[in-house]
């Protein structure tokens, strides 16, 4: 069953469902026609199985247009470090408003230097929302962007723990976690619910070929029930632009929680962090209540974090192409880490494998071009100068028809031109194939390559093997 719904949400997707799932209607009375007018014949007939409590105090609908409901507050806080600092946790800092009326999650990946974030470097840090009130059960909805980079985690939740509570329902969730980039486990996104510590439930559904850090909108919704259809069962449906994709009966919650919604850099399954700033974009969020639910508990619970704040930003940012595309971090060579300035917290190994943050040594060089500067930068102070050895950098989650455009100023480092070998790997390491970049002006020049990634790409290598290179953006352009 999850093979064909796989292969229908593939299908839905590739012909562009998430078009029309844009911002819903309210609903007459008991028709829901007009408010879901998309996705799968189980998706618009929720009205046959529950009753949508438009009129419930605790409905909510934001798109953001007008700021951020008062109902939610900007979390600071910290959670699944395990005793070791892995990452730095939320920060209201990084929630924005943009021109376009959404709310932009940032997330700051290993190669940040930019100004703190609250009280931290901000290296590691992202950002959540979540709601002053508990949730029962009833149709969670979010229209968003998830976060394209590797290492990092988009998510849609609810939540409750009470560690006074020892019973088996001491802790509630249901979550939508998806991963960026090519991560290490997963691919794509993973389902998950909790009944209480020792009883988890999570499933990543055959979705390999569904990428849903692929800079499009997609609407993301569950269903929770407890009492499905009058049966006295709980479930839970997923879908994917109005198509079920999976659902479950195991470890359903039965206490209300809050909404959350956000992104972070989580621990290793998520894969590396090698960026320097990515963004979660959201258009709006909706809960609607169920009216005919029983067997569930109301609570009055709220977890204990750092801060909460509702200090909502006021102006609104403009989310340009290169914050939202550029795939290269320090892609002018212009940020230098030295002994000195490296940061040690959270400490990443790879900070110190080469001078220029981002940037790798494929062969230590013994001369005195260090790749590090020069002083006649096509732009700004430093440029990138490689004589020996090669100078790399990947992008990460470069998906079979994921295209690129790779542009950058270089000229020959000597007598001899240059080299810029462009290598395209599948998501266990092997070679697939390889192009070359003839760098052959004295002077500087603008070099430009239309890339596509080819059939069972999952990352593409850019080697810099010989020249002076500068101003260099990778930047992605769609699919197909």
């Known amino acids: 069953m999850k ?17 029309g799932c844009t911002q819903p209607t309210e609903p007459s009375g008991n028709d829901y026609s007009d408010i879901y007018n998309y ?10 199985r529950t009753t949508l409590d438009f009129d419930s105090p605790d409905y909510l609908y934001n ?31 990084n929630v924005f408003l943009t021109t376009d009326g959404d709310l932009a999650i940032r997330i700051n990946g290993d190669y940040y230097r930019g100004e703190g974030v609250g009280n931290t470097n901000g290296i590691r840090t992202g950002a959540a929302l979540v709601t002053d009130f508990d949730m029962g059960p009833g149709r969670f909805e979010v229209r968003m962007k998830a976060a394209p980079r590797s290492g990092v985690c988009s998510a849609f939740w609810t939540y409750q723990y009470d560690s006074a509570d020892p019973s088996e329902n001491g802790w509630n969730e249901i979550d ?20 209480s510590a020792t009883k988890p439930n999570t499933a990543t559904p055959a979705l390999d070929e569904v990428r ?13 029930y407890t009492d499905y259809m009058g049966t006295g069962q709980g479930r839970i449906d997923w879908y994917i632009d109005g198509e079920l994709v999976y659902y479950t009966e ?57 801060s909460y704040d509702k200090n909502f930003p006021l102006e609104r940012i403009e989310m340009t192409d290169e914050m939202l595309n550029q795939r290269l971090a320090n892609s002018g060579f212009e940020n230098v880490d030295t002994e000195e ?16 943050v981002g940037w790798k040594k494929r062969t230590i060089r013994e001369d005195e071009s260090d790749g590090t500067s020069v002083l006649d930068a096509y732009s700004g102070e430093r440029a990138l100068r490689v004589t020996k050895g090669a100078v790399e950098q990947e992008v990460e989650g470069a998906f079979e028809g994921f295209r690129y455009d790779l542009k950058f100023w270089a000229k020959k480092a000597g007598s001899e031109n240059g080299e810029l070998l462009i290598r395209y790997y599948t998501k266990d390491g092997s070679t697939i194939s390889e192009e070359t970049i003839s760098i052959t002006s004295a002077e500087y020049a603008m070099y430009e390559k239309a890339i596509t990634a080819p059939e069972g790409c999952a990352k593409i290598r850019l080697s810099l093997r010989s020249g002076v290179f500068d101003d260099m953006t990778c930047t992605y352009k769609g699919q197909g």
């Not at 093979?3 to 078009?19: S, Y």
């Not at 799968?40 to 046959?48: A, C, M, V």
């Not at 007008?66 to 946790?89: P, Y």
């Not at 849903?212 to 929770?224: A, C, G, I, Q, Y």
């Open 3 to 19: 093979k064909m719904l796989a292969i229908a949400v593939t299908a839905a997707l590739a012909a562009g469902c998430f078009v």
């Open 39 to 48: 996705g799968d014949e189980y998706f618009r007939s929720i009205g046959e």
């Open 63 to 93: 798109d953001f247009s007008e700021g951020i409901d008062e109902r939610f507050s900007m979390v600071t806080g910290i959670w699944g470090n395990d005793g070791f600092l892995k990452h730095q946790g939320v920060q209201a800092d």
């Open 176 to 195: 939508i976690e998806i991963l960026g980039g090519g991560a290490n486990s997963f691919d794509s996104i993973m389902y998950t619910t909790w009944q």
């Open 212 to 224: 849903l850090s692929d800079n499009e909108w997609h609407v993301h919704t569950f269903d929770w």
């Open 250 to 306: 195991k470890t359903v919650a039965l206490k209300s929680g809050n909404l959350w919604i956000g992104a972070w850099r989580p621990s290793e399954f998520a894969g590396d962090s090698s960026f320097e700033t990515t963004y979660m974009l959201v258009d709006w969020v909706r809960y609607t209540p169920f009216l005919d639910q029983a067997g569930w508990i109301e609570t009055d619970y709220r977890s204990e974090f750092n």
């Open 341 to 356: 300035t490296v940061p040690q917290e959270p400490f990443v190994e790879d900070y110190k494998s080469f001078a220029a």
